[in-house]
Nanobody, 120 residues
Framework: QVQVVESGGGLVPAGGSLRLSCAVS????????MGWYRQAPGKQRELVAV???????NTAGSVKGRFTISRDNVKNTVDLQMNSLKAEDTAVYYC??????????????WGQGTQVTVSL
């Protein structure tokens, strides 16, 4: 069984902060990568930040310096700390996980998405 569960979305004023959390529950899998994507109305889903191999991280230029991704390799969780939020950050945020099974095959899993709305 594989579960990807997100939490922490909500309404926040511009300039405020919000923390998103994602927990992955899986048996007989190892985690290759975990990250966050977002999709705003009328736009395609885009990468926000990703953690690869439990160490290397990359963040999109639009959020660099404001958002921080952190991964706990023991608890199999990944968080996204969002500071100095702007109206442009309003979107549905999705947790993404790439898992590798015991046969070496990798699969991509998605959370259900959590709404983040930044008010002016």
């Amino acid at each position: 069984q594989v579960q990807v569960v997100e939490s922490g979305g909500g309404l926040v004023p511009a300039g405020g902060s919000l923390r998103l959390s994602c927990a992955v529950s899986a048996s007989s899998f190892s985690i290759t990568a975990m990250g966050w994507y977002r999709q705003a109305p009328g736009k395609q889903r885009e990468l926000v930040a990703v953690n690869v191999g439990g160490g290397t991280t990359n963040t999109a230029g639009s959020v660099k310096g404001r958002f921080t991704i952190s991964r706990d390799n023991v608890k199999n969780t990944v968080d996204l700390q969002m500071n100095s939020l702007k109206a442009e950050d309003t979107a549905v945020y999705y947790c993404n996980a790439v898992l590798r099974n015991t046969r070496g095959y990798e699969y991509t899993y998605w959370g259900q998405g959590t709404q983040v709305t930044v008010s002016l």
